[in-house]
């Protein structure tokens, strides 16, 4: 048996009826990070001894009949939550020696579930970017073909998972961040609400927008995930007071009767094969019980315009705090992204130019979330691509100041709305690379889209291919 | 358009040589190009939202919490003096 390709629901069975312990678990996926590494990137730092020690004391517990949700797990973080005693550097240089003396609550809830941590993920630098190009310790790979970008920000977890370094992993989307890099990887991303989930210790980005989530191998598993990190916290006054429903209660129910709506400027400029697949996968969910309605959204085109101000003038503004006074190194330590878009949103929000740019950018979003709202009037739920194209080539970024709005057309629009959303592998092109599908929801919707993403699963299993990377896959 | 580029990296705190001046103005104007798209939005009567969730006035009790220690607070810093972050003079003497 293959212990490193067990899904997260898998290997919490095992554990609880003692087939094997954290221990063994927790040795196979650092002996598969050891032998993978080399040819992925995947992690800026990995913390065996961390992770060995949370692994023996989660046996420990469960030993003396302690119960918790997560408790032996493995699993990777990104590196921009904070994580108290281990380095934290967002991919930038400027934080290359800075170790944190508090937890995220994300990464406080997960400990106190019990998990066990094998490393900090590569990342674009301070999540700018859908390639992890951008990072100070170079691109990650995708574990599919290795000449090809894993996508990003959170391009690290994703491959992590896809590789089986890891139970899971936790990344956080900005517009795109998570469910990008979940379809160039094949596997599952899910987008919570803004606000569902505590953004307190995670190294800010676009505040306005901000969301940590899981990625993972199986929809049940990111349902179980998403049960521990939801919340609200008195850290964050953006998370929200809305009750945390539990998402394992109808995710196996059917979706006869769903109401699936489509909107043809989605399927614009997409690549032949991915739109293909997509509309296959509509198909499956019409066989499944729903039905499918044409609908017209506003032209995600504005919704790039809209997030490139937006995020810009929130980055100059949250990395303004970077002085290499009271941690980190001075600013002569940002890379080119970051200088680039530090000095949009600096422009954008300097005296006279306010109004014309930032104001105007959030009275557009209005219009967007109206635009939603109309539609979910109509509909349950919207489904499209995930990305246009499948993973590109390494390099494909360098010099391109807008690849990743490029990259992320088709999640931007629901990002800047702060709806919920869900990337689903449904299926794989010639060349052998995976193609995503997205599931978007209203807010608060995840119970919903997590049950449509488990029904397409269990029809198209695509979880049971694994790249072809390493010994013993 | 016309960016001043040494002048928004002065307002941003960094700094900005000749060769990254010249891109860095080609790359922002069309940039700023792109988003002009807006304006063929009418925006007239809407209100701008600068976050989603609706929420307002989020406080909490006046409670005093544990928090870092000075030790904890420090620990990452390069340069402190008798449990201070030491900085560089801001004003001079005249």
């Known amino acids: ?473 | 358009m016309k960016l001043d580029i040494q002048h928004i990296a002065k307002l941003a705190n960094l700094h900005i040589d000749k060769e990254e001046e010249k891109r860095f103005e080609e790359q922002l104007s069309e940039t700023l190009d792109y988003v002009e798209k807006l304006n063929e939005i009418d925006t007239e009567n809407v209100e701008p939202t600068s976050q989603v969730t609706g929420l307002q006035n989020i406080a909490r009790e006046d409670i005093a919490m544990e928090s870092l220690t000075q030790e904890q607070a420090l620990s990452n810093t390069k340069s402190q003096h008798n449990g201070f972050f030491q900085v560089k003079a801001i004003l001079e003497n005249q």
């Open chain 1, 1 to 473: 048996m293959s212990l490193h390709t067990l899904s997260l629901t898998e290997a919490l069975k095992k554990l609880e009826q003692k087939e094997i312990s954290s221990v063994e678990l927790t040795e196979a996926y650092l002996e598969r990070i050891k032998e993978l590494e080399p040819r992925l990137n995947a992690f800026v730092t990995v913390t065996p001894e961390e992770a060995l020690r949370n692994a023996a004391d989660a046996d420990r517990k469960r030993a003396e009949g302690i119960s918790l949700p997560l408790l032996g797990i493995p699993l990777s973080i990104k590196d921009n939550f904070s994580t108290s005693g281990i380095r934290t550097t967002a991919s930038s240089k400027v934080l290359d020696d800075y170790i944190p003396p508090f937890d995220a609550t994300v990464v406080r809830r997960l400990k106190e579930a019990g998990m066990v941590l094998l490393g900090k993920t590569n990342m674009d630098a301070w999540a700018h970017g859908s390639s992890t190009e951008t990072s100070d310790y170079g691109a990650s790979k995708n574990p599919w073909n290795t000449a090809h970008l894993p996508g990003g920000s959170s391009g690290g977890a994703a491959a992590s998972v896809a590789a089986d370094q890891t139970v899971a992993a936790i990344g956080s989307e900005t517009a795109g961040s998570i469910r990008q890099p979940a379809s160039w990887c094949g596997v599952v991303g899910l987008k919570p609400t803004y606000g569902r989930v505590s953004r307190y210790g995670v190294v800010a980005m676009g505040s306005s927008l901000d969301s940590p989530g899981p990625i993972t191998k199986r929809v049940e598993d990111s349902a179980l995930l998403l049960q521990v990190l939801a919340g609200q916290d008195p850290m964050d006054a953006t998370s929200s007071p809305t009750e945390v429903p539990n998402y394992l209660k109808n995710l196996k129910k059917d979706i006869q009767g769903l109401k699936i709506g489509i909107s043809d400027d989605y399927f614009e400029g997409v690549h032949e094969e991915v739109k293909a697949s997509v509309e296959e996968a509509i198909k499956t969910l019409e066989k499944l019980g729903a039905t499918i309605k044409k609908i017209k959204l506003f032209h995600p085109k504005y919704a790039i315009a809209v997030y490139t101000i937006l995020q810009r003038a929130e980055v100059s503004s949250n990395l303004a705090r970077l002085d290499g006074i009271r941690y980190g190194n001075d600013r002569s330590y940002f890379g080119e992204e970051a200088k680039r878009r530090i000095m949009l949103g600096t422009y954008t929000l300097s005296a006279g130019y306010y109004d014309q740019y930032y104001n105007k950018a959030l009275k557009v979003r209005t219009v967007i979330i109206e635009d939603f709202k109309k539609a979910f009037q109509d509909v349950d739920v919207i489904v499209g691509p995930t990305a246009p194209t499948t993973a590109l080539p390494i390099g494909a970024s360098e010099g391109q100041s807008m690849f990743g709005e490029l990259a992320d057309v088709l999640v931007e629009p629901s990002s800047i709305a702060g709806l919920s959303g869900i990337n689903i592998p449904v299926g794989f092109s010639k060349a052998g690379l995976p193609i995503g599908m997205q599931i978007i929801g209203p807010q608060f919707a995840e119970e919903l889209i997590l049950k449509v993403a488990y029904n397409y699963e269990q029809e198209n299993p695509l979880y049971l291919k694994k790249p072809k990377i390493g010994s013993s896959a």
